[in-house]
């Protein structure tokens, strides 16, 4: 059974940082790319990060250089680095694993605060 498990979302106030974590079971983890999307109120799916298995990274244009994925292979885990953070940010963010099928995430809520 494949499972991804977020965690590290939350609160945070405009300009801050948050580090969101996704660990895989089930699967291949070394083969698979891997990603974050997110999705806002009202809004499709966008799409945040990914990291193939190779390493090359790619970003939502929205990113700016703001944020990081990394992965960690011997660990299963994908990490979403996020600094800068702006109220446009809050949204549910999701883990994906894509190698032919693609698998989600249950999410992790990220809200910015006043």
């Known amino acids: 059974q494949v499972q991804l498990v977020e965690s590290g979302g939350g609160l945070v106030q405009p300009g801050g940082s948050l580090s969101l974590s996704c660990v895989a079971s089930?699967?291949?983890?070394?083969?698979?790319?891997m990603g974050w999307y997110r999705q806002a109120s009202g809004k499709q799916r966008e799409l945040v990060a990914v990291?193939?298995?190779?390493?090359?990274?790619n970003y939502g244009d929205f990113v700016k250089g703001r944020f990081t994925i990394s992965r960690d292979n011997a660990k299963n885990t994908v990490v979403l680095q996020m600094n800068s953070l702006k109220p446009e940010d809050t949204a549910v963010y999701y883990c994906?694993?894509?190698?032919?099928?693609?698998?989600w995430g249950q999410g992790t809520q990220v809200a910015g605060s006043s």
């Open positions: 994906y694993a894509r190698y032919g099928r693609q698998y």
């Open positions: 089930g699967i291949r983890f070394s083969i698979y790319t």
């Open positions: 990291i193939p298995s190779g390493g090359s990274t």
